[in-house]
């Protein structure tokens, strides 16, 4: 069965960096974009980045763009999202997604998030 | 980039009523392409329908979408307490940033 394992997430201060990580199982990796989607505490959920399945084309919401890279590493099943100049507004649970079909971005699988809390 | 809109923010009912939940786009979605999701706390979204009206699999069919160009809606035909949850909408058209509504919660 498909499954999105996140991690990486922790407390880290404004200005500093943090990569997380989602493994991917249960389906064809090399095939999927994969989307990184966040959610600030208590609030709704937030479109951040995407990768095209060859790596070919990413594209960010304005409010990461400069600042956050999606990478993959396809013989690990991995996807990855490297933060920096990290800002207290960057707090939330951040999810990997899987798309239902490559080409069409809803997502039928996520992840169970990891917490990022940007504080002093 | 498409805002979207959801209304009520939020909605209270008992078990077996029927809940209608709106969601509004500041233009018109390409194709109808709109899904709906469900959240319940400490958990991920839930797809529940995409293409504005086709139900996930496994989505019970009490779980109903319908609607196009701005304005789409989720009904849920007779709630049942496993359905009092966060509701959002989200678009996903051609072109990026894809968004989500605000949410619609339903209590109990």
């Known amino acids: 069965q498909v499954q999105l394992v996140e991690s990486g997430g922790g407390v880290v201060q404004p200005g500093r960096s943090l990569r997380l990580s989602c493994v991917a199982s249960g389906f064809t990796f090399s095939r999927f974009p994969l989307h990184w989607v966040r959610q600030a505490p208590g609030k709704g959920l937030e479109w951040v980045a995407v990768m095209s399945f060859d790596g070919s084309d990413k594209y960010y919401a304005d409010s990461v763009k400069g600042r956050f890279t999606i990478s993959r590493d396809t013989s690990k099943n991995t996807l990855y999202l490297e933060m920096n100049s990290l800002r207290t507004e960057d707090t939330a649970v951040y999810y990997c997604a899987k798309p239902f079909v490559p080409s069409v971005p809803f997502y039928d699988y996520w992840g169970q998030g990891t917490l990022v809390t940007v504080s002093s | 980039e498409i805002v979207l809109t959801q209304s009520p923010g939020t909605l209270s009912l008992s078990p077996g009523e029927r809940a209608s939940l709106s969601c509004r786009a500041s233009?018109?979605?390409?194709?109808?392409?709109l899904a709906w999701y469900q959240q319940k706390p400490g958990q991920a979204p839930r797809l529940l329908i995409y293409g504005a009206s086709i139900r996930a699999t496994g989505i019970p069919d009490r779980f109903s979408g319908s609607g196009s160009g701005t304005d789409f809606t989720l009904t849920i035909s007779r709630l049942e307490p496993e359905d009092f949850a966060v509701y959002y909408c989200q678009q996903y058209g051609t072109s990026p940033p894809w968004t989500f509504g605000p949410g619609t919660r339903v209590d109990i």
């Open positions: 233009q018109a979605v390409t194709s109808t392409y």
